[in-house]
């Protein structure tokens, strides 16, 4: 088991990549927290994967949320080994037409609210002397695409971020690294890919010949997660099918 006894927080853990997370997570020994703003959602990840995960619902914009989710992780767990930042969203619009709200709820989802969850867990992990961040962000935080300017920058940022805090906490037994998917089969994503025309275009761009899976950022994150990757620290791993090489 890579990951036995370990206690993770996962952020969007009830849908998609986080879910698949917390599957695999799970499987390989780890007690694993979700997160995420539906209940239900969590609940039916509660009794698909089993007794070791422990849903936590609540919105990540919210530092009360932010504070009860460590509060509870520790006060079930007494440490958090793991946390990876997933919870995010995807906003589109062309940048003149972009409302201040559309802006700030995408800086706030995907970059500002890790900022703040990672401010509480670090001192845990400082108190462990070992910890270990995983953030998904995305190839658009590496190259730009039109009409997604916010999600460009937040996710560019959240890399950045990622590099930060593995120079700030490495000394002190705390790594972080990113993963950049590309495209992957979500709830995130379902209404794009039902566009046959646009998919047949986009598949050009993907050397492998495919889009991704949540199980194919899942077993990255996995990696980047166990003690497989002690000696990584600070990188930022494209999973992508061959996009950003293109
Ligand atoms: N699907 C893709 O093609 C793709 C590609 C690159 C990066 N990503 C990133 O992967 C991550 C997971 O996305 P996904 O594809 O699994 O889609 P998803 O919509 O299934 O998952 C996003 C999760 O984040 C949660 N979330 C969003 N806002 C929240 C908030 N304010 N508070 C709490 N939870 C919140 C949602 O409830 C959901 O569970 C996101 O950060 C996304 O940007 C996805």
Redesign the pocket.
């Known amino acids: 088991m890579r990951l036995e006894n370990k206690i993770a927080i996962i952020?969007?853990g009830?849908?998609?990549?986080?879910l698949s997370c917390a599957r695999l997570f799970c499987q390989e020994g780890a007690k694993v927290v979700i997160?995420?703003?539906?209940k239900n959602?969590l609940e039916d990840a509660v009794r698909e994967i089993g007794e070791h995960v422990l849903a936590v619902p609540?919105?990540?914009?919210r530092n009360e949320d932010i504070r009860r989710l460590v509060e509870t992780t520790i006060n079930t767990y007494g440490r958090v080994d793991i946390l990876v930042n997933?919870?995010?969203?995807?906003t589109g619009s062309p940048l003149h037409e972009m409302k201040d709200n559309d802006w700030d709820t995408a800086l706030d989802?995907?970059m500002t609210?890790v900022f703040k969850l990672t401010r509480a867990v670090l001192p845990h992990m400082i108190r462990q002397k070992s910890g270990n961040i995983v953030h998904?962000?995305?190839?658009l935080g590496l190259v730009a695409v039109p009409n997604t300017a916010a999600y460009n920058v937040s996710k560019g940022a959240l890399n950045q971020f990622s590099r930060s805090l593995a120079v700030e906490y490495g000394s002190l037994g705390i790594r972080s690294n990113a993963i950049c998917?590309?495209?992957?089969a979500?709830?995130?994503?379902e209404e794009l890919m039902n566009d046959k025309d646009l998919m047949q275009e986009w598949s050009k761009n993907y050397p492998i010949g495919r889009f991704g899976q949540?199980e194919d950022v899942a077993q990255a994150c996995l990696f980047l997660a166990s003690e497989e990757s002690s000696f990584v620290t600070g990188a930022i791993l494209p999973v992508d099918g061959g996009y950003t090489a293109l």
């Not at 009830?14 to 986080?18: C, D, L």
């Not at 997933?86 to 995807?90: L, V």
């Open positions: 952020t969007g009830g849908t998609g990549i986080g997160f995420g703003r539906r959602r609540g919105d990540i914009t997933n919870a995010g969203i995807f989802t995907n609210s998904i962000s995305s190839i998917p590309g495209l992957i979500t709830e995130m994503t949540p």
